[in-house]
């Protein structure tokens, strides 16, 4: 809907964490709440899809990781809560490809390379196949018809340089040159 969504996170006041969820208008110069989320949640992963929004995984006080995942529409301005992924995590990235969400990698109980994609039209998670290498706080992208998982972090807390890409035709991740400097807590976008 041409606005921007902050969503969730850790509240400075009191370090909770928060379900609320801010639009921001770009012609007004101003900030707006709008429904706040069933969960609360921080270290999640948030994209568009199809232009809705979509609130993956995390974790948050009470439940610990989350496999928990909601969408926000704002033609109805609410969200609704979907099918969960099999695999709790938080520190994930996702991404939408080919109509459908990929939710990559995280941390639950150690490192991730599993990979989920959800497909809207079933409400269904299904597992593919999962990088080579596990990574958390990382950043996916899609490019040309392929995901791209870019740098993160590996269980010893080192940053990673690696870059892997993913090709939905043949299910499988591929190594790609690393780039130049490590990095944790990125994002990539496509411009």
């Known amino acids: 809907d041409g606005k921007l969504y902050?969503?969730?996170?850790?509240?400075?006041?009191?370090?909770?964490?928060s379900n609320l969820v801010e639009r921001y208008d770009l012609a007004a110069n101003a900030w707006q709440a709008v429904a706040p989320m069933g969960t609360a949640r921080q270290e999640h992963a948030v994209a568009v899809l199809d232009g809705k929004v979509y609130a993956v995984g995390g974790v948050n006080n009470d439940d610990g990781d989350l496999s928990s995942v909601e969408r926000y529409d704002p033609a109805t301005k609410a969200?609704?809560?979907v099918a969960p992924m099999a695999t709790a995590r938080h520190g994930p990235a996702v991404a939408g490809l080919d109509g459908k969400l990929y939710a990559v990698g995280g941390f639950s109980d150690g490192d991730l390379t599993s990979v989920e994609r959800y497909d809207p039209a079933l409400d269904a998670w299904e597992a593919v196949a999962p990088m080579a290498e596990a990574r958390r706080y990382?950043?996916?992208a899609e490019l040309d018809g392929k995901l791209y998982a870019v740098g993160g972090e590996d269980a010893g807390y080192h940053a990673l340089r690696s870059v892997e890409r993913y090709d939905p035709a043949t299910n499988a991740w591929e190594a790609v040159v690393p780039m130049g400097k490590l990095r944790r807590a990125s994002v990539a976008v496509l411009i």
């Open 79 to 81: 969200w609704e809560a």
């Open 138 to 140: 990382h950043a996916v």
């Open 6 to 17: 902050a969503v969730g996170g850790e509240s400075e006041d009191d370090g909770a964490t």
